[in-house]
């Protein structure tokens, strides 16, 4: 049953069919409650009879809970917020459960990824493989609608038909192609297709006009052009050049940071006092991707111009990747007037990649675009204001990412009903690329204890290397994953051991996705995104995707609750500014993950060689709070 208010339930009825249960609750919740009636049996109890179900308890419920835990969202929940904000389906979740049912079904594995997944399967405990029956059942029970929104619909549905790791290879290509194109244009489909933008231009009433072609952005840095105008104080640290010198306070060495003032090393935004504020230039590295965000990229054919700073002298007009913002409207009507919008509520992109063979050094940066524009007096082509890259060379520096611990400043909803046990599980793979190949490096695992009787205030230890390397990278992407797993120790276990099973299928699958990219599914996705250089979005999407996947394969089966959600990547130039004493630290940092969990990072200190934050995750479905304090250190 499900209550929305104070529910009295008493069922005294004690024979076969009510599996000798005896049920006497009064629950008091703000949302769904799920209530099942055949609980683990107490140790002067005989287990139930055979006739209890076999199948899902109840939607999405494959382990039962015991009496006095804490109410578990219903799977109509899950799938509900699922569905709201998940915009490209898992190829991962659905190899996973197409895999599972062939087996269930007693085919013979019909190749290599399938010889590793049925020994996997084969592996699992009778109560295990019990579950994973269940969990079939329960996903083949999902309307086919949702299914196919959630789970990749291009991969086999029919359990007589195999799945070699090429077919996954490609799928999941696909998978992460339009996760960049989401994360990047704001479009799955960006990658594979270029698009101007509206023209948004106007002819000017004077000899002296303001540039038209407007870059309101660069790699999400805000420049001097974004409109409406900001002042210097309205820019984040993150968005200025900033100075900083190591210091020593009460015995520890911090970093002393200042903005800079003079001799900028590109733009700047000048103060009431007509005082200079430096605008930051952010750092890159040959072949990697630079992002603008701006106004009237009306044209597939444009380039982007690279002139070195003194004393420099190099000069190169390299292609670029358009896609126009075709969904802001191009008028508006202000005072009862017409007006053309090309403020920075415009969202074109385009995308360029830094060559292999320039110097590093500071760099102009200056799109030239044909004037396809209808208006001759602006010029052919048309050029934007000058922005500024500094490209840098390769870190050759070695990274270290450690947790310290696990803090509940509010544990789940609601306290009465006991304390929290939660889980933690960390998985990173180091990435490293080529302009034509992707290469993860094996997966670097982090399984927690569990942590029981977690209550509001409680911090845990929870010291662990969770990412090291000894070979030079590209970047690493890294997830975080946290469970709440209230229930009887024995169903906690059957829990802990059939998700621990689909990490170890991630584990084959992913390796299998390496060997399909080998024989050429994997690399020819890839591809198109390296064409474009967008190493850093790939290494995000690769995380996101293996995060989705695990919360789907927990929505299809299990009564344990996401309280920590986190898809990291870092670039090896992200880590060295991370552990820098040249940097100050990031700015916090907010955004959504899957399943309603927002991520809150604060920054707790920077020193020489180490940089230490504080994630928290807030899980409005389960009105909790939890933190994790990370380390990040150069090591060599």
């Avoid at 990749?152 to 029919?158: I, M, Q, V």
């Avoid at 609601?414 to 302009?435: H, K, L, M, N, Q």
Wanted: hydrophobic share 40%.
């Amino acid at each position: 049953m499900t209550a929305t208010s104070t529910t009295n339930l008493t069922a005294t009825k004690r024979d076969k069919k009510s599996c000798g249960c005896r049920v006497d609750i009064r629950i008091q919740s703000k949302g769904d409650v799920n209530i099942y009636n055949c609980t683990a049996p107490q140790p002067s109890e005989p287990r139930p009879p055979a006739d209890c179900p076999s199948g899902p308890i109840a939607p999405g419920q494959c382990v039962p809970l015991s009496i006095g835990s804490k109410p578990k969202q219903s799977q109509r929940h899950k799938l509900d917020r699922l569905l709201a904000t998940t915009k490209v389906p898992s190829a991962l979740a659905a190899s996973f459960f197409h895999q599972s049912r062939r087996f269930l079904a007693g085919h013979a594995p019909a190749n290599p990824f399938e010889q590793s997944t049925f020994a996997m399967f084969n592996s699992l405990s009778p109560e295990v493989k019990g579950i994973l029956s269940c969990a079939a059942s329960s996903f083949e029970a999902m309307p086919a609608s949702e299914r196919d929104r959630l789970f990749d619909p291009t991969l086999p549905s029919d359990p007589n038909t195999p799945l070699d790791a090429g077919t996954l290879a490609t799928a999941f290509a696909r998978e992460i192609t339009q996760r960049v194109g989401s994360d990047v244009f704001g479009n799955p489909n960006a990658v594979e297709q270029e698009r101007p933008g509206l023209n948004r231009f106007f002819k000017p009433d004077s000899e002296i006009f303001p540039a038209q072609l407007r870059v309101c952005t660069l790699n999400g840095l805000r420049t001097a052009e974004f409109k409406p105008p900001l002042n210097p104080g309205d820019y984040l640290p993150s968005e200025l050049q900033q100075r900083c010198v190591p210091i020593i306070v009460n015995g520890q060495p911090q970093l002393d940071c200042e903005t800079q003032t003079e001799n900028c090393p590109g733009n700047f935004t000048v103060t009431d006092a007509f005082t200079r504020v430096c605008l930051r230039v952010p750092e890159v590295r040959n072949g990697d991707a630079v992002v603008l965000q701006g106004v009237n990229f009306i044209s597939v054919d444009a380039k982007v111009r690279l002139t070195a700073r003194p004393p420099g002298t190099v000069t190169r007009d390299v292609d670029a990747h358009v896609f126009g913002d075709l969904d802001t409207p191009l008028n508006e009507v202000v005072n009862g007037q017409t007006v053309i919008i090309n403020d920075c509520r415009v969202h074109d992109r385009l995308t360029f990649v830094i060559p292999d063979d320039l110097p590093p050094g500071v760099y102009a940066v200056q799109i030239v675009m044909p004037n396809v524009s209808g208006i001759p007096i602006l010029g052919d082509p048309i050029l934007s204001n000058e922005q500024f890259v500094e490209i840098v060379p390769p870190p050759t520096a070695r990274f270290q990412i450690a947790s310290e611990r696990l803090i509940a400043r509010k544990e789940t909803s609601p306290a009465s009903f006991g304390s929290d046990e939660v889980r933690v599980r960390v998985r990173a793979y180091p990435i490293t690329a080529t302009a034509t190949e992707l290469v993860m490096g094996d997966e670097i695992a982090f399984d927690s204890p569990e942590f029981g009787d977690m209550d509001s205030g409680d911090a845990r230890d929870m010291a662990a290397v969770l990412f090291s390397h000894a070979a030079p990278i590209d970047g690493v992407a890294m997830t975080i994953m946290g469970f709440e797993i209230d229930s009887e120790k024995a169903y906690r276990d059957q829990i802990n051991s059939f998700t621990d099973a689909f990490l170890h299928y991630l584990k084959i699958a992913l390796a299998a996705i390496v060997a399909g990219g080998a024989a050429g599914a994997f690399a020819i996705g890839i591809k198109d995104l390296l064409k474009l250089a967008l190493k850093h979005p790939i290494i995000l999407a690769i995380a996101a995707a293996v995060v989705l996947a695990i919360i789907l394969f927990l929505a299809a089966w299990a009564p344990a609750d996401p309280i920590i959600a986190d898809s990291l990547g870092f670039t090896a130039v992200d880590l060295a500014r991370l552990t820098s004493a040249d940097f100050p630290p990031p700015d916090e940092a907010h955004y959504p993950t899957q399943h309603d969990i927002t991520v809150n990072v604060f920054p707790i200190e920077k020193a020489p060689t180490q940089y230490k934050e504080r994630r928290e995750y807030v899980s409005e479905p389960e009105d909790s709070r939890y933190e994790v304090i990370l380390r990040y250190n150069r090591v060599a």
